[in-house]
Nanobody, 118 residues
Framework: QVQLVESGGGSVQAGGSLRLSCDAS????????MGWFRQAPGKEREAVAT???????TYADSVKGRFTISKDYAKRTLYLQMNSLKPEDTAMYYC????????????WGQGTQVTVSE
C-alpha cells in the first residue's frame, strides 16, 4: 500500500527558507515520477516541481532558481528545498506520485501548510 506523508511546512517570513519532506512508503522512488504541488485558497492546484524516475526535473516558472526538488532513494524521501520564499508561495503543499511519465498523478499525500508573511 502506497502512502505519502509530507512534513516540514510552517510559517516563515519573506526571504526565508523551508525544506519539505515526503516520506514515501510502498513504492520505489526509482520507478515513480514524483512531484510537489500546491494549492492556495481560492486558486487551482498547480505543479511546483517534478522529478522523473530517472532524475530529470521540471519547475514552475514562479519558483525556478528558488526551489529545488530532490529525492533520497535510501530514505525513500522526496524533498523540496524552498529558498527566498515570497508571500505568494503561501499554500498547502502536496506530494504526489505516479508510475508512468504520462497521465495524472494518482497517489497523494495529505499536505503540509506553508505560510510566508511580509
Amino acid at each position: 500500500q502506497v502512502q505519502l506523508v509530507e512534513s516540514g511546512g510552517g510559517s516563515v517570513q519573506a526571504g526565508g527558507s523551508l525544506r519539505l519532506s515526503c516520506d514515501a512508503s510502498g513504492l520505489t522512488l526509482s520507478s515513480y515520477c514524483m512531484g510537489w504541488f500546491r494549492q492556495a485558497p481560492g486558486k487551482e492546484r498547480e505543479a511546483v516541481a517534478t522529478i522523473a524516475s530517472g532524475g530529470s526535473t521540471t519547475y514552475a516558472d514562479s519558483v525556478k532558481g528558488r526551489f529545488t526538488i530532490s529525492k533520497d532513494y535510501a530514505k525513500r524521501t522526496l524533498y523540496l528545498q524552498m529558498n527566498s520564499l515570497k508571500p505568494e508561495d503561501t499554500a498547502m503543499y502536496y506530494c504526489a506520485a505516479k508510475q508512468l511519465k504520462v497521465g495524472e498523478y494518482y497517489y497523494w499525500g495529505q499536505g503540509t501548510q506553508v505560510t510566508v508573511s511580509e
